[in-house]
């Protein structure tokens, strides 16, 4: 692969990625994923599923559109591993504990209410993901659409 094969792939994962995190994911998902009983590891599961077709088919329109070709084996390792590492992270409790590990509790923290209050001061809120998450997907879109 090239470099710029490289940088189209990871232009496509990018895309996708925000695109299934924010807009394919369920609502039932995103608050169910992390519940430490059967049906949270199921509602992950289902998210990681449907956002690994997310890439998969960025990817097939990137290789239809540009004539990539990509090695069958090497795409499902790389989405597998994807998915695996995404899963971990959606459980939560996996990435609490790595950042108690490394110290950054705090900010792993910012965003959630505070003790014994009904607020939330964050980085930002689901309207904003929402808004960008379309925007990079149509940016997508629109180098598939610069590249015919």
């Known amino acids: 692969m090239t470099m710029t094969t490289d940088l ?10 925000n695109v299934g995190d ?16 059967t049906a949270g590891r199921i509602a992950c599961l289902k998210h990681v599923v449907t956002l690994t077709a997310t890439k998969a088919a960025a990817l097939a329109a990137l290789a239809l559109m540009v004539g990539l070709t990509l090695h069958p084996l090497a ?7 994807d998915a695996a590492s995404h899963y971990w992270a959606d459980r939560r409790v996996t990435l609490a504990a ?41 940016l997508f879109i629109a180098a598939l659409i610069i590249t015919i």
């Not at 795409?75 to 591993?81: I, T």
């Not at 490394?102 to 900010?107: A, E, L, N, S, V």
């Open 75 to 81: 795409l499902l390792v790389g989405l597998a591993v």
């Open 22 to 37: 924010h807009w394919v994911q369920t609502h039932h998902q995103a608050c169910a994923k992390a519940a430490p009983t």
């Open 8 to 17: 189209a792939a990871f232009a496509a994962l990018f895309a996708a990625h």
């Open 98 to 138: 790595l950042a108690d590990a490394i110290g950054k509790r705090g900010f792993y923290e910012l965003g959630s209410p505070r003790p014994g209050r009904d607020d939330a001061p964050h980085l930002g809120t689901g309207a904003y993901a929402l808004d960008q998450s379309w925007h990079i997907g149509w």
